[in-house]
């Protein structure tokens, strides 16, 4: 099992803490981490600052987690991530996601609709790019080259680099099932490792149904790590952000993170969550999250407690762990990532033993 850590999001930008957080990244990387995630949602961007982490790091490698597919086009998006691989000696991943309606419909002005087959679309426009062919492509989003003008089928100036490896972000069955088909790994949420058959065991299928061996997919899930023997007090401040990703990410008929926990076996949870939330019951709607759930989704507790959780992502199948710890100052959050790494290191020889 690997280790990866992810910065950026929402609230990314607020602060010009940037030396501090690229400080804590560089210390991340000689303490064994395996993957360092840019995220973008309606703060900084995914590629500029990973740009920059290319640049002072050496070995970890660097992915996207993730490009939104309708903030670029698809060959805009193959060129930064041929330009990244080559800055970064090949240690670059290109994750990518559809993201969700508000975000899509509201900060980019693209319909949402049939976010899904924009995906597959994106995915094969950027192969043909990564391949180093002309790029001609009849789709039912992009059609290249646009029809009745000027233009021609043309190939990138960029060396062919069909080895850079495509990690998708999905939650609903068909899409999945699609990153068993067609993708080198899992960007995962909203993952429960009681319910894992829920999410993993769609892409292990959608694999096994293209000839795949879904052994050579990467799967990552994770949460926040905090160490500590009283539980409630840790469990707390989790339980706010649960409620906003139960209730707002995404609109009232379109909630994918909603849905997947659903289908993991927090379905009445989950929706009465949203249904407090979207009512602006807000407090409600953060009493209303389990316990449990917030246990499943994170690494709490005591060393023994967060390795029996770590034990049961390796178990459920995720090959990459994905952790945010969490501290009162940095060098707590140092701590919390020395241990889950030196838990996982552990597990690892175990497993190998």
Same mark, same amino acid.
């Given at each position: 099992m690997k280790v990866s850590i992810a910065y950026g999001g929402p609230a990314s930008g607020k602060k010009r803490d940037w030396d501090d957080q690229v400080q804590f990244l560089r210390e991340a990387e000689q303490m064994g981490v395996d993957i360092i995630w840019s995220a973008e949602a309606w703060g900084m961007d995914g590629i500029s600052?990973?740009?920059?982490?290319? +640049?002072?790091? #050496?070995? %970890?490698?660097? *992915?996207?987690?993730?490009?939104?597919?309708?903030?670029?086009?698809?060959?805009?998006? $193959?060129?930064?991530?041929?330009?990244?691989?080559?800055?970064?000696?090949?240690?670059?991943?290109?994750?990518?996601?559809?993201?969700?309606?508000?975000?899509?419909?509201?900060?980019?002005?693209?319909?949402?609709?049939?976010?899904?087959?924009?995906?597959?679309?994106?995915?094969?426009?950027?192969?043909?790019?990564?391949?180093?062919?002309?790029?001609?492509y009849e789709g039912n989003h992009h059609v290249l080259p646009l029809p009745g003008g000027e233009g021609k089928a043309?190939?990138?100036?960029?060396?062919?680099?069909?080895?850079?490896?495509?990690?998708?972000?999905?939650?609903?069955?068909?899409?999945?099932?699609?990153?068993?088909?067609?993708?080198?790994?899992?960007?995962?949420?909203?993952?429960?490792?009681?319910?894992?058959? +829920?999410?993993? #065991?769609? %892409?292990?299928? *959608?694999?096994?149904?293209?000839?795949?061996?879904?052994?050579?997919?990467?799967?990552? $899930?994770?949460?926040?790590?905090?160490?500590?023997?009283?539980?409630e007090k840790l469990l707390e401040p989790r339980r706010p952000g649960v409620a906003f990703t139960l209730g707002a990410m995404g609109s009232p008929s379109t909630n994918f993170y909603n849905d997947a926990y659903s289908r993991g076996g927090f379905e009445e949870a989950a929706r009465r969550v949203q249904e407090l939330w979207v009512n602006k019951e807000r407090d409600q709607a953060i009493a209303a999250v389990p316990d449990e759930l917030i246990l499943q989704t994170n690494f709490l507790?005591?060393?023994?407690?967060?390795?029996?959780?770590?034990?049961?992502?390796?178990?459920?199948?995720?090959?990459?762990?994905?952790?945010?710890?969490?501290?009162?100052d940095t060098q707590e959050r140092l701590n919390s990532l020395g241990q889950v790494v030196d838990i996982v290191r552990g597990l690892n020889d175990d497993s190998s033993g």
């Open positions: 600052t990973l740009a920059y982490l290319a +640049a002072v790091t #050496e070995s %970890v490698q660097l *992915g996207t987690g993730i490009l939104q597919i309708s903030a670029r086009t698809p060959v805009m998006t $193959a060129m930064t991530a041929l330009s990244m691989a080559a800055i970064s000696e090949d240690r670059f991943i290109l994750g990518l996601g559809v993201s969700g309606p508000q975000v899509v419909e509201g900060l980019h002005g693209v319909p949402f609709s049939q976010p899904l087959r924009r995906l597959k679309e994106t995915v094969d426009i950027v192969r043909q790019a990564f391949a180093g062919e002309k790029i001609v043309l190939r990138l100036a960029q060396p062919a680099n069909d080895q850079i490896p495509i990690w998708l972000a999905t939650l609903g069955p068909k899409s999945l099932a699609y990153t068993g088909e067609a993708a080198d790994g899992w960007v995962g949420t909203s993952f429960v490792p009681s319910g894992a058959s +829920a999410t993993l #065991e769609h %892409v292990v299928q *959608g694999a096994i149904g293209a000839g795949r061996d879904p052994n050579s997919i990467e799967y990552q $899930a994770g949460g926040a790590v905090q160490f500590g023997d009283d539980l507790g005591s060393t023994s407690e967060v390795t029996e959780r770590v034990r049961a992502y390796r178990d459920a199948g995720v090959t990459v762990l994905r952790v945010q710890p969490e501290g009162l």
